[in-house]
């Protein structure tokens, strides 16, 4: 690394404010300010500044709730006199949340029976409340059962039902 580009890294910055995210729809301010570091005062320099932003990135995708995460900072000023100095930088985060739904339909088998194929339907709703929390629902029908069945009504109603609703624990730190 060439010393310009070392006293660019070394460059002061001023964090004065937490992470302003853009972009919530379902998920709560508050919940989502979970997942925020609260080491910005620890920031000192740009290097600091790039690798608070790529921590703070990651622990918004870990957290399962968004599909894309975009972390920016820019300088900025109260004044004339504070633009003399360009220290001061303010973060934005630009978050995209996933889907209100997803599913999967599909069949299941095991290695000891593969001639035997299970049809499955899978329904998620995460971030149900606005929490992190997630509701599924999961069903399967047996051939066996179909085939054996004694009305229409029976050969095609699945034999296995499962409902779970999942809330995170996270928190304040």
């Known amino acids: 690394m060439t010393e310009t580009e070392n006293l660019t890294l070394l460059a002061p910055v001023k964090i004065t ?13 508050k919940f989502a300010q979970k997942f ?9 320099n740009l290097q600091q500044l790039i690798e608070y932003q790529y921590q ?14 975009n972390v920016a900072s820019n300088t900025f000023a109260n004044n004339d006199f504070d633009s003399i100095d ?3 930088v ?29 049809p499955k339907l899978e329904l998620t709703f995460p971030n149900l409340f606005g929490k992190g929390e997630s509701l ?5 029908k047996d ?5 054996n069945a ?3 009504l029976e050969k095609v109603t699945p034999d296995s039902y499962r409902l779970n609703f999942t809330k995170p624990i996270v928190t304040d730190k």
């Not at 937490?18 to 379902?26: A, D, V």
């Not at 925020?36 to 000192?44: A, G, R």
């Not at 703070?56 to 995460?69: D, P």
């Not at 599909?106 to 593969?114: A, L």
């Open 90 to 118: 303010k973060i934005q985060v630009t978050v995209e949340e996933k889907s209100k739904i997803s599913g999967n339909i599909g069949m299941d088998t095991s290695v000891q029976n593969p001639e035997k194929l299970e």
């Open 150 to 152: 004694k009305n229409q």
């Open 143 to 147: 051939p066996n059962m179909a085939i």
């Open 86 to 88: 360009k220290e001061w």
């Open 136 to 140: 599924s629902f999961h069903t399967n």
């Open 36 to 44: 925020l570091l609260n080491d910005i005062t620890s920031v000192k």
């Open 56 to 69: 703070l990135r990651q622990n918004l995708l870990n957290s399962g709730l968004f599909k894309s995460v």
């Open 17 to 29: 404010e937490p992470p302003e995210i853009i972009g919530l729809k379902r998920t709560s301010t």
